[in-house]
């Protein structure tokens, strides 16, 4: 599972009401593949993370700014060899 599917989707300030109520609201948008990718990694006893990122945007209809978010899963982190100790030299 070399390249994650990613997702994404836009974030935009709530009309707040009470101070309760979240600051941003939006839409994310998950595609098969990016399920079928999240089952792969559950089934392998991988935690169900999602790595996020955000930019700051403006429409262009409206001239209003909002967030535009990009999803993809977790890749594990592999364990770092550590080579220096794992050499070949006869002794």
Request: charged share 35%.
């Amino acid at each position: 599972m070399a390249d994650y599917a990613k997702s994404d989707g836009a974030v935009f300030p709530a009309n707040k009401t009470h101070d309760k109520m979240p600051d941003f609201t939006g839409v994310l948008k998950i595609t098969k593949d990016q399920i079928n990718q999240l089952v792969e990694l559950g089934r392998s006893g991988h935690p169900l993370e999602l790595r996020l990122a955000m930019w700051d945007r403006k429409s262009k209809e409206s001239g209003n700014p909002y967030k535009y978010v990009s999803a993809e899963p977790n890749k594990p982190r592999e364990k770092k060899k550590d080579d220096a100790f794992n050499d070949t030299i006869p002794f």
